[in-house]
């Protein structure tokens, strides 16, 4: 059973940086596509960066283009996201999974990111 743990979210100022991570128990995981993703309140979750296995392709949304950075160690079965230039919109919990897609199994408690402006 995979397990996933994210964690390094906090409450920042608009402009300042934080960085995830994403722990994997190993599993599927260690051969998997992986996503962040993101839920604000009262809105859907959302998808916000993956990479794929041996980190030759990435893909961002169109809101955190040129701002967030996606990045694995493989060796560590974890996935980082790297968030620069914050903006008080960018405030959510995050989360990661595989990607695509993502599994209903694989959702953990995320990791709450707040931006203050």
């Known amino acids: 059973q995979v397990q996933l743990v994210e964690s390094g979210g906090g409450l920042v100022q608009a402009g300042g940086s934080l960085r995830l991570s994403c722990a994997s128990s190993g599993g599927i995981f260690i051969i998997s596509s992986v996503g962040w993703f993101r839920q604000a309140p009262g809105k859907e979750r959302e998808f916000v960066a993956d990479i794929t296995w041996r980190s030759r392709s990435t893909y961002y949304a169109d809101s955190v283009k040129g701002r967030f950075t996606i990045s694995r160690d493989n060796a560590k079965n974890t996935v980082y996201l790297q968030m620069n230039s914050l903006k008080p919109e960018d405030t959510a919990v995050y989360y990661c999974?595989?990607?695509?897609?993502?599994?209903?199994?694989?959702w953990g408690q995320g990791t709450q990111v707040t931006v203050s402006s």
């Open positions: 999974n595989t990607n695509p897609p993502p599994r209903s199994d694989y």
